[in-house]
């Protein structure tokens, strides 16, 4: 019974998020930019509450602000400066945050952790030839569904445990849930809307990929706070707890699902 008001819980705050964030994706350019920024900023918050209690505010200042230069940079086209910001504002706030008697590797990982699927997020959406848009849906549709019926699977189902030490709540019932519902949301997205691909069983494979990235950056995210001695991120969302709980598998998948993108554009097995 607590797993199922917990799921209508998520549901609720699905419904109120989720559109949000479906109406940034469709708009674009500046709408997903400023739906990014916002997730930095909120993310940079958790992050240093977890990785630096004793001073979160300065060291989220920190991480956001390289953050916000990265994604900025990412937006105005230029990928390859992007990454050199990226890699010498993770430096600048280990820096700062080690001046503040915090763990500098923790503030420059945290940069890196959350800026790395942020740029590639921008630049899936605008910045690949055309089909974008339609990348980013498939990013997107495959966490979320992977992540849902992961819950659902696992909440029903019960079973052994996934991976007991960082994450005693996870079965191997959700996981394999989770890669079914990943699975079949990219066969969907790839039969309904133009990917480039060859054919849409090509989504299979690509919502495959994506799910089990998306599984993996949930597991990531639980070791992370188990390192840190907390039990959520944050307490911004009902159900989920904070933002960085909800979106440790998106995360993820972007990255994962960036990757894929460029690979069949360079085996020309992609437009």
């Given amino acids: 019974m607590a797993s199922l008001r917990n799921l209508g819980v998520r549901a609720v705050s699905a419904l109120v998020l989720a559109p949000i964030a479906v109406l940034a994706i469709w708009a674009g350019s500046l709408w997903f930019l400023a739906l990014i920024l916002a997730a930095c900023t909120l993310l940079?918050?958790?992050?240093?509450?977890?990785?630096?209690?004793?001073?979160?505010?300065?060291?989220?200042?920190?991480?956001?602000l390289a953050l916000f230069a990265t994604t900025a940079t990412t937006h105005v086209g230029a990928m390859s400066p992007a990454l050199v910001v990226l890699v010498f504002g993770a430096a600048a706030a280990g820096l700062f945050a080690r001046k503040l008697g915090q763990e500098g590797l923790d503030a420059a990982y945290g940069v890196l952790y959350l800026g790395w699927p942020a740029m590639l997020l921008i630049w899936l959406r605008d910045g690949d030839s055309g089909i974008g848009l339609s990348w980013t849906i498939l990013v997107f549709v495959v966490a979320w569904s992977a992540d849902v019926m992961a819950f659902v699977a696992g909440s029903l189902l019960k079973g052994p445990r996934l991976w007991p030490r960082y994450s005693p709540n996870k079965t191997w019932s959700g996981?394999?849930?989770?890669?079914?519902?990943?699975?079949?949301?990219?066969?969907?997205?790839?039969s309904i809307i133009p990917?480039?691909?060859?054919?849409?069983?090509?989504?299979?494979?690509?919502?495959?990929?994506?799910?089990?990235?998306?599984?993996?950056?949930?597991?990531?995210?639980?070791?992370?706070?188990?390192?840190?001695?907390?039990?959520d991120a944050g307490g911004l969302i009902p159900g989920h707890g904070g933002l960085l709980d909800r979106v440790d598998g998106l995360m993820f998948a972007a990255v994962v699902l960036a990757a894929a993108r460029v690979l069949l554009s360079m085996t020309g097995a992609g437009a």
């Avoid at 299979?204 to 994506?210: A, R, V």
């Fill in 195 to 231: 990917l480039g691909l060859p054919h849409p069983a090509w989504g299979l494979l690509l919502g495959l990929i994506g799910a089990l990235a998306t599984m993996a950056g949930d597991l990531w995210e639980s070791a992370l706070k188990r390192r840190f001695g907390v039990k």
């Fill in 175 to 190: 996981f394999v849930g989770g890669l079914a519902a990943g699975a079949g949301a990219g066969w969907v997205v790839a």
């Fill in 44 to 64: 940079a918050r958790e992050w240093a509450q977890m990785s630096a209690p004793e001073r979160p505010v300065p060291v989220a200042v920190a991480v956001a």
